[in-house]
């Protein structure tokens, strides 16, 4: 099985730089997702990492350690509509298929 | 965004009666999932199709079963429903290739009385 872990809530205020760790315990490591979730809404991709290192994307970056079983995603200058709730899942084999688990996100609550 | 929806978006019903969820893609998409969402817990997997008529069980299966007869629809049924199953149901897609990211769909929200 997997084990994985985030923070429930972090608060931040705009225009600032809020970093979500994420770390994880698996057997058959396939890759890491990032989602967004607003609230009363599906969740959205945001970002996957299966290498070691840093993936940029605009104002969002996620970083990749498999030695360690660890991720973060940092959002960058921070606006409110960035308060939501991420998502952290970790894509593991099951049977024939890479099923991912999700951890059970981080709401991020964005202050002016 | 990819082509998938839900039906019904909310549904109120009570205990022990069957309810029926249907979740469509237009992307002819290899794999079709369901999954739970309560406060607290996250999202957690009931049950995945990998092809038609392949399916296989997630972390919270009991009193669930799904069906996949088409590539397009993908239904989960709750035989007898439970308070317990008050949640709201995501179904999501990806097709199977790298990095095979997953998307949702808007969510049924279901209350079981």
């Known amino acids: 099985g997997q084990n994985i872990d985030q923070p429930t809530e972090m608060t931040a205020t705009e225009g600032a730089i809020v970093q979500i760790n994420c770390t994880y315990q698996?057997?058959?490591?396939?890759?890491l997702f990032w989602y967004q979730q607003h609230a009363g809404e599906a969740p959205t991709f945001l970002s996957y990492?299966?290498?070691?290192g840093l993936e940029e994307k605009g104002r969002f970056s996620s970083f990749l350690s498999r030695s360690k079983g660890y991720s973060y995603l940092l959002l960058k200058e921070l606006q409110m509509k960035d308060s939501a709730s991420y998502l952290c899942?970790?894509?593991?084999?099951?049977?024939?298929?890479?099923?991912?688990?999700f951890g059970r996100g981080t709401s991020l609550i964005v202050h002016p | 965004d990819a082509g998938i929806t839900q039906s019904p978006r909310h549904k109120v019903t009570e205990t022990g009666t069957p309810v029926t969820l249907r979740c469509h893609q237009t992307e002819n998409h290899r794999y079709m999932y369901w999954y739970r969402q309560d406060p607290g817990h996250g999202l957690r997997l009931i049950h995945y199709s990998y092809g038609v008529k392949d399916t296989d069980k997630g972390e919270v299966s009991d009193g669930y079963s799904v069906s996949r007869s088409k590539t397009e629809d993908f239904l989960l049924t709750l035989e007898s429903a439970t308070s317990s199953q008050t949640s709201v149901y995501f179904c999501?897609?990806?097709?199977?290739?790298?990095?095979?990211?997953?998307?949702f769909g808007p969510g049924t929200r279901l209350t079981v009385l």
């Open positions: 698996t057997s058959g490591f396939n890759g």
């Open positions: 990492n299966v290498l070691d």
């Open positions: 899942a970790v894509r593991d084999r099951k049977g024939g298929s890479y099923i991912p688990t």
């Open positions: 999501a897609i990806s097709d199977g290739g790298g990095p095979d990211t997953q998307y």
